[in-house]
């Protein structure tokens, strides 16, 4: 089977504005299949943004290829669609019309179909009612739904998740984390979801990488084989702590990774990243 997204030896280097150096990812390969949902943890300031910036196109590798159905990623695709951290929707338009927002943007005029698609789409993360609310009528978790919905109109084969959940409450996330394995499960997409929480990125994952301090490379993959539709009762099992328990050794310890990959990793750099994950 043909991956939909493949990392082949990427890395890539910033050259800060006084022409120092800044290695943020190092030979980093992985794929992702039709439909998979991989979870990407890393401590704080590892690489986990360049990672997403280099598959949505906004930033060429400078090593290595990332692609997309076999294509070499150099700019934004239409297939790709990204919600980002903070869902940044516009003050002075309602819900509906913040939805159709990027296609009025890029086709200067939205179609009765493209409204009907939207409605179906606020529809699908339950916010059918809110379509004519202004965004300050939103609660947090809600605004990150129109986000989602946004991402969704254009119906991208691939979905790039920027900590979507990192802003809200923690109720509201783990609740948010149950909202889209239901969206997702609905509309299945390739999904790539860049987290800190060790329990989100096993809640929502088929796979999870994790990566190393910067320069980020991959120190571990791990398949989660709970069965889904997973829910509250998901996170109750020993299998869900076994993983978690997982993962976190593996970032404290990153000895112990699960690939045959190096890591050039300290000890004393690998501890410096126990204080930025949140499970
Ligand atoms: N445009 C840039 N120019 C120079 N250095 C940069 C640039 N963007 C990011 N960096 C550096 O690259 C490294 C990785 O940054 P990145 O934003 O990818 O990390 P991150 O894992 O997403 O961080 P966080 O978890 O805090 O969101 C950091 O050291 C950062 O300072």
């Excluded at 991956?3 to 890395?11: A, E």
């Excluded at 300050?136 to 979905?159: F, K, T, Y």
Aim: aromatic share 6%; net charge negative.
């Amino acid at each position: 089977m043909n991956p939909h997204v493949k990392f082949s030896q990427v890395g890539h280097t910033y050259t800060s504005e006084n022409g120092q150096a800044v290695c943020a990812l190092k030979g980093i390969n992985f794929n992702i299949y039709k439909n998979e949902f991989i979870a990407v943890l890393g401590p704080s300031g590892c690489g986990k943004s360049t990672l997403l910036r280099l598959l949505s196109g906004l930033y060429e590798a400078t090593m290595g290829e990332v692609s997309i159905f076999g294509t070499k990623v150099t700019e934004p695709q239409s297939n790709t669609g990204i919600v980002f951290q903070k869902p940044t929707l516009l003050p002075w338009k309602n819900i509906l019309q913040n939805v159709v927002f990027p296609i009025q943007h890029k086709q200067g005029r939205v179609s009765s179909k493209d409204i009907e698609s939207a409605k179906a789409m606020l529809k699908l993360v339950g916010l059918e009612e809110f379509a004519q609310h202004m965004p300050n009528q939103l609660s947090g978790g809600m605004q990150q739904r129109v986000g989602i919905a946004r991402a969704l109109l254009m119906d991208p084969e691939i979905l790039i998740m920027d900590e979507p959940f990192s802003a809200l409450d923690a109720l509201t996330r783990e609740e948010m984390g149950f909202e889209l394995l239901n969206i997702w499960r609905q509309k299945p997409k390739t999904v790539l979801f860049i987290t800190h929480s060790i329990s989100e990125a096993v809640l929502l994952a088929d796979r999870v990488l994790v990566l190393s301090p910067r320069p980020a490379s991959v120190i571990g993959e791990i398949k989660i084989d709970l069965p889904r539709p997973r829910n509250i009762d998901s996170i109750k099992t020993s299998e869900f702590s076994e993983y978690t328990d997982q993962i976190r050794q593996l970032i404290y310890r990153p000895e112990t990774q699960t690939e045959n990959q190096e890591s050039d990793l300290t000890p004393t750099l690998a501890e410096q990243s126990e204080g930025s994950t949140n499970a």
